[in-house]
């Protein structure tokens, strides 16, 4: 599978948990060798470079977490 720059993705960093992180670049690649992302949170001030297996895609509802002004009721008078 491979992944666009901008797009969110999960990952899991080795001993943390799983986070969204944002694909930054597609490193140059061998074909023989598998794809390696360089991501970053915005949680975090480095960069990470992963194999392409170690990411997952994020599900729709994921990336656009609902708010509280998505379920809207009549104002009350």
């Given at each position: 599978m491979?992944?666009?720059?901008?797009?969110?993705?999960?990952?899991?960093p080795p001993?943390?948990?799983v986070g969204?992180?944002?694909?930054?670049?597609?490193m140059p690649h061998d074909p023989?060798?598998?794809r390696i992302y360089r991501i970053k949170s915005d949680l975090e001030f480095c960069?990470?470079?992963?194999?392409?297996?170690?990411l997952t895609k994020l599900a729709?509802?994921?990336?656009?977490?609902?708010?509280?002004w998505d379920k809207r009721r009549?104002?009350?008078r």
């Open positions: 491979t992944y666009e720059v901008g797009e969110s993705v999960e990952y899991k001993g943390g948990p969204v992180f944002t694909i930054i670049r597609r023989p060798g598998e960069e990470r470079n992963v194999l392409e297996s170690a729709l509802s994921a990336t656009a977490p609902p708010t509280m009549p104002a009350s």
